[in-house]
């Protein structure tokens, strides 16, 4: 799939002085390129593009260049192409404006406009990205809802996205404590790093001793300190500094990342030089986080009350278990700790579907005076679902104040650590979504479509009045966290489908009855049950005007044309039956398995009709009928939905008749058939039918007439077989049997035997009318 896909390493050295010279730093480009995809009109999340990049670490600049490209030279006008960006997980996207479903949490993302009329293209420039995977999808405007037959030329759009970027091979790393000598130019930065361990609650980089080398000017130096990098939801800390010295702080920084560091110069043709430093602090770090080598993983699970036998190496599972007995050990641990960091358990429960426990019980204590944390790490396969939090309060152990609450904040990167009114649920550089539950609401729900890679951190603390607090101190919360592939999987009006961008998986709601959404729980247009009641019925009950082309067919002996008729039938009704979108549904097998049987029991009812008005001989028509069968089922295995499928046999079938009709002619050296009266009154009106319904199938279908187009549809190619079927042969008697045999009431026969075989009569065939 990938044969498209370019990645070339260019390596262009850019004035190469290494790190013991001035801090300068060398550039190497890189580029990527993904294969044109053709576009569709939006109608839900599986009508969106979606391409994903990796850019490195310690890029200096992105530059993605957008191309699309109109596929036909006919006029199409002019559509505008809609481009989202993201970093961390796809794009969040809602082109039409529908609701989300309660306690979904999103934020919109970069969005471009480009507007294509034969051949565009945009660039999007990006300094200093975030590291790690970026999603690009495109789309186009809303779909108008008409339903276009597959292989008749339209309108289309081909999108092809490519990435160029510039990035640091020998970038300087700040270490603690120690100050680096830097300089800046106007045009060449000074790039650093440097590293954040867990458990850092403050980080601070400091610019000292600035000069220009100029005299009293190099006094105000006008450098602009940034930290972090752009992720277009998120920008770096930015500081600017005058005077010799300037630092910026950071309060609850990303633990465990290397933090990108970027000092510019705002003076023009001056290389200023400066020392620039780093600290962090540690305010609160536990004594353990995580599992003892001998711990039981099957013990934990089970809540049980095994502790270490060794007391100098206590683990958070002894204190878990402390809290949740109150034991005697409950106020020297209270007074002591500084935060409780409980261990988690992963689970892979299927695609896009994980669960973390706790593995000490679902149980989770929660005090007053120092915060409790919980980790989930999620990794890139894990983007594509929705990330569910539920906090259940659990007040039958403890009295819990009406004004007390447990404050909840979960936030990417670091955990908010301070949980008051003061300090909200953000992070350095990343937002957080805050929650509470208390007495009146002891039950709250969050959910985040396609969160992004990184560790998550939940942390929960108490809060209360002083005199609630004493009675009140430990309170239990159940926390349920988990991702699931879509939200409270669509609801009854939807469908949550996986889908597939090359080997990353990610899934989406597609909605029925009018329904929208992201979790289909949008009825601003919804379908009411009548009206869904209504389209049921119309397409099933269409399928009856079958019945009286069954009965001519059996009237004239075509018992084999009137089986298939019956087929058709049968399938047609119960496949629309169960087809119907909302809850006016009745599938009586598998849905591709009527959905086969309708398709094919269709075309071989043209198939056989015209055949049979081509009156040819038995031998010869029964052939084609088994021939022409088998090979219709067999493209209908390759594309059901096809045109030609539909279009081929008919085409044939038209063939074989013209030709049996002009031999006849030629033979006779008049027109066949013969009789104007079957000409005006059946074959004209006949022909018209099948006209007009074909037409309604192909051009005039819609989403919203789709049940009245169709059901018209039925009726016309059904009462069309009653025009156009001709009369009984001349000879043939009951049931289509072979000429020569006498059949009876008294279910007797008697062959008329000339010779060794059955005599038939050798007349010509006429059409007559009956």
Same mark, same amino acid.
């Given at each position: ?179 680096l000598q830097q300089t800046a130019d106007p045009d060449r930065p000074a790039r650093l790093k440097l590293y954040v361990p867990e458990f850092a609650s403050s980080l601070f980089v400091s610019v000292a001793d600035c000069s220009t080398g100029e005299g009293v000017d190099g006094a105000n130096c006008s450098l602009v300190l940034r930290l972090g990098s752009a992720s277009l939801q998120h920008g770096p800390v930015t500081v600017n500094c005058s005077g010799i010295s300037c630092s910026a702080a950071l309060s609850n920084p990303p ?73 005697? %050990? ?231 044309? !009137? ?47 015209? %055949? ?42 038209? %063939? ?26 059946? %074959? ?15 051009? !005039? ?70």
């Open positions: 799939m990938e044969f498209c896909f370019l990645r070339c390493l260019l390596v262009v050295a850019l004035t190469a002085r290494t790190l013991g010279d001035d801090g300068q730093v060398t550039f190497v480009s890189e580029l990527s390129s993904k294969p044109a995809q053709k576009l569709s009109k939006y109608g839900w999340y599986g009508n969106v593009r979606l391409q994903r990049f990796h850019i490195p670490e310690e890029t200096a600049i992105a530059r993605w260049l957008f191309s699309v490209t109109k596929g036909h030279n006919f006029n199409c006008g002019q559509h505008n192409v809609t481009i989202h960006i993201r970093w961390g997980a796809p794009p969040v996207i809602n082109p039409i404006g529908s609701a989300f479903p309660n306690a979904t949490l999103w934020s919109p993302c970069q969005s471009l406009i480009l507007p294509v009329t034969s051949h565009s293209s945009t660039t999007f420039n990006l300094s200093n990205p975030a590291p790690g995977e970026w999603y690009v999808a495109a789309h186009l405007p809303e779909d108008d809802g008409r339903i276009e037959q597959k292989g008749f030329p339209s309108c289309s759009y081909f999108f092809q996205p490519q990435l160029s970027i510039r990035r640091a091979v020998d970038t300087p790393i700040l270490q603690q404590g120690k100050f633990w465990h990342t290397w933090l990108r560091v970027v000092v510019e110069s705002s003076q023009d043709n001056r290389t200023v030089s400066f020392s620039i430093v780093s600290n962090y602090t540690v305010g609160c770090k536990p004594k353990s986080v995580g599992l003892a080598a001998d711990d039981d993983i099957n013990k934990l699970r089970g809540n049980s009350s095994y502790t270490n036998s060794s007391a100098g190496n206590s683990s958070v599972v002894e204190d878990a278990v402390a809290f949740g007995n109150r034991s005697s %050990l409950l106020p020297p641990l209270l007074a002591s700790a500084c935060i409780w960091s409980i261990p988690v358990l992963y689970e892979e429960v299927d695609v896009l579907s994980l669960r973390f426990n706790p593995v000490n019980g679902p149980n989770v204590s929660v005090t007053n005076t120092h915060p409790t944390m919980l980790t989930y790490p999620l990794h890139t396969q894990a983007t594509g679902g929705t990330l569910n939090l539920q906090l259940t309060l659990n007040t039958t152990n403890a009295t819990v104040g009406n004004s007390s609450r447990v404050v909840a904040c979960l936030s990417p990167w670091a955990p908010v650590l301070e949980l008051n009114h003061s300090q909200p649920c953000r992070t350095a550089l990343f937002g957080g979504y805050g929650v509470e539950v208390n007495v009146s609401v002891p039950k709250a729900v969050v959910r985040l479509p396609f969160p992004q890679s990184t560790t998550w951190y939940l942390t929960l603390q108490l809060t209360c009045n002083s005199s609630e607090c004493g009675n009140t101190s430990l309170v239990s919360v159940v926390p349920e966290v988990f991702i699931s592939a879509c939200v409270e999987d669509c609801g009854t009006y939807g469908e949550c489908r996986l889908l597939r961008s090359y080997s990353y998986l990610y899934a989406a709601c597609v909605c029925k009855a009018g329904r929208s959404g992201w979790g289909c729980t949008d009825d601003s247009t919804a379908q009411s049950y009548r009206r869904q009641l209504t389209a049921t019925l119309l397409l099933t009950l269409s399928n009856l005007f079958f019945l009286p082309a069954i009965v001519v067919a059996i009237k004239r002996y075509y018992i084999t044309e !009137a089986s298939v008729y019956l087929f058709t039938m049968f399938f047609s009704t119960f496949y629309h039956a169960c087809d119907q979108p909302g809850i006016a549904v009745l599938c009586i097998m598998d849905y591709d398995t009527l959905q086969y049987c309708d398709f094919l029991g269709s075309v071989c009812s043209i198939w056989v009709t015209i %055949l049979c008005m081509a009156r040819i001989r038995d031998a010869f028509k029964y052939t084609l009928f088994m021939l022409g069968a088998l090979l219709i089922a067999m493209s209908m295995q390759l594309d059901r939905k096809g045109l030609w499928n539909l279009l081929g046999p008919v085409l044939c079938a038209i %063939l074989f008749m013209v030709a049996a009709w002009v031999y006849q002619g030629v033979r006779r050296r008049h027109c066949y058939p013969p009789s104007w009266k079957r000409w005006a009154f059946y %074959l004209i009106p006949g022909a018209i039918c099948a006209l007009i319904g074909v037409c309604l199938y192909i051009f !005039a279908e819609t989403e919203d007439n789709y049940y009245y187009t169709h059901s018209l549809w039925h009726i016309l190619v059904a009462s069309c077989v009653v025009f156009l079927l001709p009369p009984k042969e001349k000879n043939r008697e009951a049931f289509g049997w072979t000429r020569g045999w006498s059949w009876s009431w008294s279910w007797s026969w008697r062959p008329r035997v000339c010779g060794y075989t059955l005599c038939q009569s050798s007349k010509e065939e006429l059409y007559t009318v009956t």
